[in-house]
């Protein structure tokens, strides 16, 4: 989460400044700057597009807000929104993350489709049989390490 008084790199630019210096965007107003629909917004944020530090949530006159750092969430939503044709969002992020090399991914195969995690963001992978569970992590981790 970002705090009052840190300091933030601006990526293009590759320049900080003091979070206090920066000026901040609502939720509403990024969605319709960019035209864009909460649901896209908040894929991007499940993929790893924009990290959940740049959600800001702050207390208003008329509720709660969403803030996001204007300069950090704009450049964002220009690269993905300019990028959409050409590259699949899971690949932008993984760009994103550094991953030059290719990264294991966990794959869950279900009757509704699969689901992927990347293994660098699965904390634990536990099964459950009622009261029962059994944490084969350290089992997968081991796999990955093996091949």
Known sequence: MLR????ITLL???ETIPLSDEKWITKKELLERY???YGALYRWK???????EWFLRKATTTGQET????ALITERVELILG?????ELDELARR????EKEAWVLTVGTTYGDKRFQMEDVKSIVLC???RQVDVTGLVTEKTKEA
């Not at 803030?67 to 204007?70: K, R, T, Y």
């Not at 994103?96 to 991953?99: E, I, K």
């Open 4 to 7: 009052y008084g840190q300091k």
């Open 12 to 14: 293009r630019r590759k």
């Open 35 to 37: 035209n864009i629909s």
């Open 46 to 52: 499940r993929k790893g597009l924009i990290p959940e």
């Open 67 to 70: 803030f996001f750092p204007e």
């Open 83 to 87: 990028s959409r044709n050409e590259v």
């Open 96 to 99: 994103l993350r550094g991953g």
């Open 129 to 131: 049989q009622g009261e």
